[in-house]
Nanobody, 124 residues
Framework: QVQLVEFGGGLVQAGDSLRLSCAAS????????MGWFRQAPGKEREFVAT????????YYADSVQGRFTISRDDAKNTVYLQMNSLKYEDTAVYYC?????????????????WGQGTQVTVSS
């Protein structure tokens, strides 16, 4: 089992920055590729970013490419999502997820463990 807890959500204005953290406990964090997803009211959960188990490669949704950065610190069992130039349409509950594989994917159902989510609200 892997337990994931997200931190760092909040209310910000458009153009602001925010950094989300996801702390993992349980099994060896470095065995997992990690991902960030989000879900806005009335919409399906969508892919945001993923980072490989080694941390050597990252992938992003087109909507956040160039604005968001995913990173991981295996010594702290934590994955981060740095969000810059936030837009109103970034408003959602953000979830981190762990996949017992070298690579992450864009598909939520490929992930084995999920956090409870943290709300990000961007005012226009």
């Amino acid at each position: 089992q892997v337990q994931l807890v997200e931190f760092g959500g909040g209310l910000v204005q458009a153009g602001d920055s925010l950094r989300l953290s996801c702390a993992a406990s349980g099994r060896t964090f470095s065995n997992y590729a990690m991902g960030w997803f989000r879900q806005a009211p009335g919409k399906e959960r969508e892919f945001v970013a993923t980072i490989t188990r080694s941390g050597g490669s990252t992938y992003y949704a087109d909507s956040v490419q160039g604005r968001f950065t995913i990173s991981r610190d295996d010594a702290k069992n934590t994955v981060y999502l740095q969000m810059n130039s936030l837009k109103y349409e970034d408003t959602a509950v953000y979830y981190c997820a762990a996949r017992a594989s070298r690579l992450g994917t864009r598909r939520p159902y490929d992930y084995d463990y999920w956090g409870q989510g943290t709300q990000v609200t961007v005012s226009s």
